[in-house]
């Protein structure tokens, strides 16, 4: 079968060749057309000469099959591939712009740019691993966005699609990856993971931020090997002002063991969305590396990291929700209060890496003037965080778990249903009140909330029979779990 002469002006399967735009290790990257698409069109082609690397036809044949099974605004559109026996090659939305690359020759960029950029990663990467694949090679020529802000992850070719064959895996000993940003856990053949793609995107956060690589520019294995052990410069030892809540996110990316970092993405971001909610520890006041007794233990003692016999993506995604309680603590209800309570220490009893965000809405007025203070001459936002706080101390739970928020909205069930959207929620838990007229005629909250919300929902309501408060069953009062 005759295959195609790649240049200029040919036709691949309908789509016509325009201008080859990059040139990388492993492909090459051409404009294109179709009479069918009109959006920009990219085409990626692998290296097959001979004498290039073996691994980028691999790495080409996992990107074929990852491609396709992919959707939503964090990655590119793909609008066909083709095959080896003829020419193979994925065709693709051209995202406008530049990669995150550009951004590298002004660094240091300041905290505030960088925990954005990096946010927004996080909750892409949320994405894509919510629909299986661990990308493995997060670096800045692998991020764009799109005009309308959301971060777009290119380059699957390393990934691995937990439902998919890893050709990676089963074909090469050695792993495959951009050296600065390779998680520890890599270097010891596991790549089900999603914690590594935490790792890279912390280095990429520390890089950013500072200026400098995490653990340097080697790419020698028996150098890349020392991160198995070794921690990194803490980045307020290169910059004095680095804000200790930025260094907490930081080094919990990089940390060396995978169960001591962020178990997911979505609580990576929720953190980086909200500086003054992070729980400071040890690692805000490091100026240090660990020592060398510390660093030497490490490596004679490693922490037990091994390739899994169930996908270890699976799990992790269903072990560690972000959870959010809707609470009113202006109206006093025991049983209420106590009943919410009951169905939240249920849900982390089942999912004990769950994170719980407690929620208060400070209902505005659409005319009147708000006032800060209450009748007593008390802050009413401070107040209610404070009853927050309180509501949840019978939990006991650790403070990087949990968070409390007030918010401030004309209608509380959409600040509920924005938050929730925001910050990736994977369930609500609500309570309602008893029925009045008030609500029969405009609506309850919770009701708004259970209807609309992109997540599950739990309301809890008090019994009318025994007195105390009983989760309705999830399906009466469920939204599709997004």
């Known amino acids: 079968m005759t295959k195609y002469v790649i240049e200029e002006g040919a036709v691949v399967d309908g789509f016509v060749l325009g201008t080859c735009v990059h040139q990388g290790g492993m492909a090459t990257l051409w404009s294109a057309t179709h009479s069918g698409i009109d959006r920009p069109i990219l085409i990626k082609i692998p290296k097959m000469s001979e004498g290039d690397d073996p691994a980028a036809v691999v790495s080409f044949e996992m990107e074929q099959m990852i491609s396709p099974r992919l959707s939503g605004d964090h990655v590119p559109i793909c609008y066909g591939a083709g095959d080896f026996a003829r020419q193979p090659y994925v065709a693709m939305e051209r995202i ?35 629909q299986h694949v661990i990308h493995h090679d997060i670096k800045p020529s692998s991020i764009m966005f799109r005009p309308s802000g959301e971060a777009v992850l290119i380059d699957f070719g390393l990934s691995h699609h937990a439902q998919l064959p890893d050709l990676l895996q089963a074909e090469f000993r050695l792993p495959y990856g951009t050296a600065p940003y390779m998680a520890p856990e890599r270097l010891l053949g596991v790549r089900d993971d999603p914690r590594s793609d935490i790792f890279s995107l912390g280095a990429m956060l520390y890089f950013f931020t500072t200026g400098e690589r995490p653990f340097g520019e080697g790419e020698a294995l028996r150098t890349m090997r020392h991160r198995l052990w070794r921690d990194p410069v803490p980045p307020r030892k290169i910059r004095a002002d680095y804000p200790p809540w930025l260094q907490e996110i930081v080094l919990r990316c990089l940390e060396i063991d995978p169960a001591k970092r962020y178990p997911t993405a979505a609580q990576l971001a929720f953190d980086l969305s909200h500086k003054e909610q992070v729980t400071l520890t040890a690692r805000s006041e490091k100026l240090q590396r660990d ?22 993506l699976a799990r992790q995604l269903a072990s560690a929700p972000i959870v959010m309680v809707a609470l009113d603590v202006t109206q006093t209800s025991s049983e209420l209060d106590d009943g919410i309570r009951i169905a939240v220490q249920r849900i982390l009893a089942i999912v004990p890496g769950a994170r719980l965000a407690c929620v208060n809405v400070l209902k505005l007025a659409r005319v009147a003037i708000d006032k800060t203070l209450d009748e007593h001459g008390n802050n009413k936002h401070i107040d209610r965080l404070v009853a927050l706080a309180h509501w949840a101390a019978p939990l006991r739970l650790d403070e990087q778990r949990l968070s409390t928020h007030v918010l401030e909205a004309f209608d509380p069930a959409d600040a509920i249903l924005e938050f929730a959207k925001v910050n990736r929620v994977d369930h609500i838990l609500i309570g309602a009140r008893q029925h009045s007229l008030k609500r029969s005629l405009l609506g309850s909250v919770s009701a708004k909330v259970a209807a609309e919300a992109t997540c599950s929902v739990t309301v809890i309501r008090p019994s009318r029979a025994a007195g105390d408060a009983s989760p309705l069953p999830v399906e009466a009062v469920s939204a599709s779990v997004g």
């Open 291 to 312: 020592s060398l007794c510390t660093a030497l233990r490490r490596r004679f003692n490693p922490p037990l990291i091994r390739l899994s016999e169930k996908s270890e």
């Open 96 to 130: 406008p712009g530049d990669t995150l690359y550009k951004r590298i020759g002004n660094l240091p960029m300041g905290y505030e740019e960088a925990a954005s950029i990096c946010e927004r990663v996080a909750i892409a990467l949320e994405d894509l691993h919510r």
